[in-house]
């Protein structure tokens, strides 16, 4: 009986079908591939319409107005007399002081770098004025311009460090120094100067600070001064670099024979802001799916 009721269970459980489980399988995400192509058609005609833009704001200020520009991610330059280098820099040179008294100087001081901070960061003369003579004025700034390749640059008179003449492309070359150290300096001074161009007190952080958008980061220098001998007009530079995603800006917009501080300021900014907010536009992509793989 126990081996009849035995073979009675096996038959009934091979008959029964099997109950189907649930299983949870893991979610796979399958990415589609896309192509993404540069588009120099799109860039070319962006690109003269910004020139063209550009030279119509221009025509509309006052004064004279130089720049220059180079985004280093995508190499595009920009420019408008940009070797115009009879533009004096006012307090723009400050930089130029403190990168030649570095060059010179294995570290500085504690009073040194008090000077230099105010220098910068508060564009003080009297600080200004100390460094210029502890690098040597005219004489020293000469031999700093040739060591460094600045040939555009002209040291100010005596004392006048102010009267300091460039264009927006040697502007351009020392933001390059200051970046790569290819002219003999190092990493710590570069920080340092570069350091301090991005803390300027915020009433002096207007000028090319203009091109850069929300997030970005800005390192500049600014210059202003009145010309009373020329028909009581205004000099107005402001120089520096703009970094953020998809950019590394250098930028130098320098007017002079302005009619006030403001209205140099004003035109600057005007320009600034059309070269940073249409950037992008002049390396523009197309995207497309990529080709079908063939199947076995």
């Not at 896309?34 to 704001?57: M, N």
């Amino acid at each position: 009986m126990g081996a009849a009721l035995t073979a009675a269970l096996m038959t009934r459980c091979a008959a029964e079908p099997p109950v189907p489980v649930a299983v949870r399988l893991p979610w796979v995400r399958v990415d589609r591939c896309l192509l993404t192509i540069p588009d120099p058609r799109a860039g070319a005609a962006a690109r003269a319409e910004l020139d063209r833009d550009i030279g119509r704001y221009m025509a509309r200020q006052p004064g004279r107005i130089v720049y220059a520009a180079r985004d280093r991610v995508t190499g595009i330059t920009l420019g408008h007399g940009e070797h115009q280098h009879d533009m004096i820099t006012a307090s723009g040179v400050k930089v130029d002081i403190l990168t030649a008294l570095l060059l010179r100087r294995t570290r500085l001081g504690a009073d040194e770098r008090d000077l230099a901070s105010r220098m910068i960061r508060e564009s003080d003369n009297s600080a200004a004025d100390a460094l210029w003579w502890r690098v040597g004025a005219g004489e020293g700034m000469s031999g700093f311009y040739r060591k460094v390749g600045l040939r555009e640059t002209a040291p100010g008179p005596s004392r006048y460090w102010g009267g300091t003449t460039t264009s927006p492309a040697d502007r351009l070359r020392l933001l390059k120094v200051l970046i790569s150290g290819d002219k003999g300096l190092g990493a710590a001074d570069r920080d340092l100067v570069l350091g301090l161009m991005g803390d300027v007190v915020p009433d002096q952080a207007w000028g090319v600070s203009a091109a850069a958008r929300r997030g970005d980061r800005v390192a500049l220098k600014n210059g202003w001064t009145p010309r009373p001998f020329i028909h009581n007009t205004w000099a107005v530079t402001s120089y520096g670099r703009i970094v953020g995603p998809g950019r590394d800006l250098l930028l130098s917009v320098q007017t002079d024979q302005q009619p006030g501080e403001g209205s140099g300021i004003q035109a600057i900014e005007g320009l600034a802001r059309m070269i940073g907010t249409r950037l992008d536009s002049l390396s523009p992509v197309r995207i497309r799916p990529c080709a079908a793989e063939p199947t076995a």
